[in-house]
Nanobody, 120 residues
């Protein structure tokens, strides 16, 4: 059993900043890629940023230069620093991880979601 628990988010004015954190727990042998996705009302879930266990990152074009993803492999955590926020960044943000369990089973695990609202 593996869980991802998110924290952070909230309400901020346009141009402001928010930070999301996600911690993985449970029967973890190794975590491969970790990432953040978001889903706005009426829209499909989309990739925001991902980071490999080696620290390589990839960002959606819409957030490049504004968002930064980072992880702590020792703590099994991944963070998303969001700066210069725009109203169109308003969404529920989901943490995702590819986890290899202690039983050597590979799972795609999702967090419960964290709301980020940017007012104009």
């Amino acid at each position: 059993q593996v869980q991802l628990v998110e924290s952070g988010g909230g309400l901020v004015q346009a141009g402001g900043s928010l930070r999301l954190s996600c911690a993985a727990s449970g029967s973890i042998f190794r975590i491969n890629t970790m990432g953040w996705y978001r889903q706005a009302p009426g829209r499909e879930r989309e990739l925001v940023a991902i980071i490999t266990s080696g620290g390589s990152t990839n960002y959606a074009d819409s957030v490049k230069g504004r968002f930064t993803i980072s992880r702590d492999n020792a703590k099994n955590t991944v963070d998303l620093e969001m700066n210069s926020l725009k109203p169109e960044d308003t969404a529920v943000y989901f943490c995702n991880a590819e986890v290899v369990t202690t039983a050597r089973v590979t799972l795609a695990v999702w967090g419960q979601g964290a709301q980020a609202t940017v007012s104009s």
